[in-house]
């Protein structure tokens, strides 16, 4: 009874930090996974990362469609090449890998996405550029549900007004490419799907606001908020992996 209750204020945690996390991506541009995701694996570690997957592309998909027109099929095509090619290798290794090295693998993409993030590397969006990273957004996507860092970096020499599109969209084929994986190797259920149904109108209401904020809110302010949070959280996450792995 005890664990009932628990679970049912976690969830409810959970809601407050979907709705949170869409208002940021709809403010910065990304961000989604980046604060879901450390957060749910400490408060409902079995969202991670299934249900956050249809959230994060139902979120990408929302950006997508209201700047569809700019989208860069070109970019976005060879982005998903290699984001199929890096979800499969993920969906792989995760029916190998024990829970601690899984722990290990996630705490080391999220603190990776963070360096990416934080780096401003600067890369041309060429066929070689965009394909490569769409495999380590697809091994980070599929493993962590964090697959943005990579493919923005990819992208970031397109005008603002392609970007966001261009990354929506790669980010909701992504998701689902990442889902499909995930289901043939028996690691994403009905229960994922109808979970992040459930949460769906959390995250819908978090986006909802961020059109009306994003004037506001400075997207550069929630990027660094971002960077901070998920650096820190990746290594706790990695410390608690080696400590269980160790012990």
């Known amino acids: 009874m005890q664990m009932m209750g628990e679970d049912v204020i976690n969830y409810a945690l959970m809601a407050v930090v979907i709705a949170t996390a869409a208002f940021l991506q709809g403010v910065g541009g990304v961000g989604f996974a980046m604060l879901a995701a450390p957060i749910a694996v400490i ?139 995930l289901a043939l190797a028996g690691l994403f259920t009905w229960k994922d799907l109808l979970l992040g149904l459930v949460l769906w109108p959390f995250m819908f209401l978090g986006f909802y606001l961020s059109g009306r904020a994003r004037h506001v809110v400075s997207p550069k302010n929630v990027r660094l908020f971002l960077l901070w949070f998920c650096g820190i959280s990746s290594v706790m996450l990695i410390a608690k992996s080696l400590i269980a792995w160790l012990t």
């Not at 982005?79 to 993920?90: D, E, N, P, S």
Request: contains cysteine; glycine residues 12%; charged residues 10%.
């Open 43 to 181: 408060l409902a570690p079995e969202m991670v990362p299934g249900c956050l997957l249809v959230l994060g592309g139902s979120v990408s998909f929302l950006a997508a469609i209201r700047e569809r027109h700019e989208i860069v099929i070109p970019v976005v095509s060879w982005a998903l090449v290699g984001r199929t090619i890096g979800t499969v290798l993920a969906a792989v290794g995760m029916t190998q890998l024990s829970k601690e090295w899984l722990g290990l693998w996630f705490g080391g993409f999220i603190f990776i996405a963070v360096l990416l993030s934080a780096s401003g590397i600067k890369v041309r969006a060429n066929a070689v550029n965009v394909c490569g990273l769409g495999v380590a957004s697809g091994m980070m996507g599929t493993l962590t549900s964090v697959g943005a860092p990579a493919i923005a970096i990819a992208m970031q020499s397109l005008k603002p007004v392609q970007l966001r599109p261009s990354l929506g969209s790669t980010l909701f084929v992504g998701s689902i490419l990442s889902i499909i994986s």
